[in-house]
């Protein structure tokens, strides 16, 4: 190689860099976009179950557990009719495969209340998702304001 091959091929090499550094940073800023965007349709297809429930559209496919949680509403909120005992579910905590619908976490539920009391194992009824950001001001906030 002559010098001045080497000098072009030094700059190419320069010049790819950068592009890499560029590629690299641009990708990540269209994921991040990408991953607010699913967040946002996890999200909308949640308060859209929600309103299935609300209205009775009970064949309405729900969200997944793992949609759920993406779109920010990992509370399943149940009631039983027999004794009106109402629970906040935790899918976050929750041991089920996360590809399974939020529908079918009925067939796993039992209400605690009517087992003490009645011996009898009775599902609940699922109410709805509910947005997990009503539980962040019990998280580090609190604790913040407590030290200060
Ligand atoms: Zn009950």
């Given at each position: 190689m002559?010098?001045?091959?080497r000098?072009h091929f030094?700059?190419?090499i320069?010049?790819?860099?950068?592009?890499?550094a560029?590629l690299?940073?641009?990708?990540?800023?269209?994921?991040a976009?990408?991953?607010?965007a699913?967040?946002k349709?996890?999200?909308?297809d949640?308060?859209?179950?929600?309103?299935?429930l609300?209205?009775?559209?009970?064949?309405?496919?729900?969200?997944t557990?793992?949609?759920?949680?993406?779109g920010?509403?990992?509370?399943?909120?149940?009631?039983?009719?027999?004794?009106?005992?109402t629970?906040?579910?935790?899918?976050?905590?929750?041991?089920?495969?996360r590809?399974?619908?939020?529908?079918?976490m009925?067939n796993?539920l039992?209400?605690s209340?009517?087992?003490?009391?009645?011996?009898?194992?009775?599902?609940?009824?699922l109410?709805?998702?509910?947005?997990?950001?009503?539980?962040?001001p019990?998280?580090?906030?609190?604790?913040?304001?407590?030290?200060?």
């Amino acid at each position: 190689m002559s010098g001045g091959d080497r000098k072009h091929f030094a700059r190419e090499i320069h010049k790819a860099e950068v592009s890499f550094a560029n590629l690299l940073e641009q990708a990540a800023a269209a994921h991040a976009v990408a991953d607010a965007a699913r967040a946002k349709a996890y999200a909308l297809d949640c308060a859209a179950w929600n309103t299935a429930l609300f209205i009775g559209e009970l064949d309405h496919a729900s969200p997944t557990i793992a949609a759920a949680i993406a779109g920010g509403f990992s509370l399943l909120e149940v009631r039983c009719e027999h004794c009106k005992h109402t629970e906040m579910i935790d899918l976050a905590l929750v041991v089920q495969p996360r590809d399974r619908q939020v529908a079918l976490m009925r067939n796993f539920l039992y209400c605690s209340p009517c087992q003490r009391t009645l011996g009898r194992k009775r599902r609940p009824n699922l109410v709805c998702l509910r947005p997990t950001d009503g539980l962040k001001p019990v998280g580090p906030s609190r604790r913040a304001k407590r030290a200060s």
